[in-house]
Nanobody
């Protein structure tokens, strides 16, 4: 059974930092693309950051230079370090796993709230 469990969300002031974690089980973690997505109230879900099994990363323009995605294959965990947070970063953040056919596995999400 595939499980992706996010943690690390919470309330932070603008300019602050948070580190999200996603622990994976039931998948071939080392070879899978992992990603973080977010959905703000009233908005569509959007990609935040992706990392391939080989470590290649991709970021949404809105978070470049502020967020960093990384992975620990030994611990089957992917991280999202979020710095210089802005109120517009407020959203539910979801961890996802997939391959070239798409992101087929999703976590339940963790809420990040950035106060101004």
């Amino acid at each position: 059974q595939v499980q992706l469990v996010e943690s690390g969300g919470g309330l932070v002031q603008a300019g602050g930092s948070l580190r999200l974690s996603c622990a994976a089980s039931g998948i071939s973690f080392n070879i899978m693309k992992m990603g973080w997505y977010r959905q703000a109230p009233g908005k569509q879900r959007e990609m935040v950051a992706l990392i391939t099994g080989g470590g290649t990363t991709n970021y949404a323009d809105s978070v470049k230079g502020r967020f960093t995605i990384s992975r620990d294959n030994a611990k089957k965990t992917v991280f999202l370090q979020m710095n210089s947070l802005k109120p517009e970063d407020t959203a539910v953040y979801y961890c996802a796993a997939g391959d070239i056919s798409g992101m087929g596995y999703w976590g339940k999400g963790t809420l990040v709230t950035v106060s101004s």
